[in-house]
């Protein structure tokens, strides 16, 4: 079965703490990309990858870091200096350019308290 | 400017009936144009890609784009209560290497 994997599907942390979501896919994608979705708005981007050991920041990207070192794998760290990190976080992949489909892994719902 | 703006709703329509959404966008050159269904607490799921004016139908749902206007839409047909979703509009701007969404229509099928 072709697809995107998130986990884990429910994250608890406490303030202070680094914390690393995971996604990867087989759908032989090479772009990759990082959404944040607070409830009643719409997805905002954190980052994303077009190729292996690149990346470019998105739109909210402070308190976030990511890296890109194989095509299947996109791993996100939110970090201590994010200062509203509880949200539902969505990693989705597309064939890459042209810009054509993005498909979405089932997200990780992270709380920080 | 490469916003997209979509009508919040909540949008309630019978069963049966032709469900209607709507989503307009800032970029004139934009390309590319996605439709994607998000039941509460899951992730988005594509319903519908078109790149070109004029309709694209898919089953019960038809895609309409009118790129002189500056809008996409959605119409569902003969719809169901497990339609009941919010429905996210997104857009590739010129230029750009990622989607910009919109911030859904919750829809509301009422049997």
Not at chain 1, 80 to 107: D, I, M, V
Request: aromatic share 12%.
């Amino acid at each position: 079965d072709g697809g995107i994997t998130q986990s884990p599907k429910y994250l608890f942390r406490k303030e202070g703490q680094n914390v690393t979501l995971s996604c990867e896919q087989n759908l032989n994608h090479d772009a990759m990309y990082w959404y944040r979705q607070d409830p009643g708005q719409g997805l905002r981007l954190i980052y994303y990858s077009q190729i292996v050991n690149d990346f470019q920041k998105g739109d909210i990207a402070e308190g976030y870091s990511v890296s890109r070192e194989k095509k299947e794998s996109f791993p996100l760290t939110v970090t201590s200096a994010q200062k509203n990190p509880t949200a539902f976080y969505l990693c989705a992949s597309s064939k890459g350019r042209p810009l054509r489909e993005q498909y979405f892994g089932p997200g990780t719902r992270l709380t920080v308290t | 400017q490469k916003e997209v703006e979509q009508n919040s709703g909540p949008l309630s329509v019978p069963e049966g009936a032709i469900a209607s959404l709507n989503c307009t966008y800032s970029d004139r050159g934009s390309q590319s144009f996605f439709w994607y269904r998000q039941y509460s607490g899951k992730s988005p799921e594509l319903i519908m890609s078109i790149y070109s004016n004029g309709d694209k139908e898919d089953g019960r749902f038809t895609a309409q784009l009118n790129k002189a206007s500056q809008y996409v839409s959605l119409l569902i047909r003969d719809s169901q209560p497990s339609d009941s979703a919010t429905y996210l509009c997104a857009v590739n701007p010129t230029g750009a290497n990622n989607l910009f969404f919109g911030t859904g229509t919750r829809l509301t099928v009422i049997p």
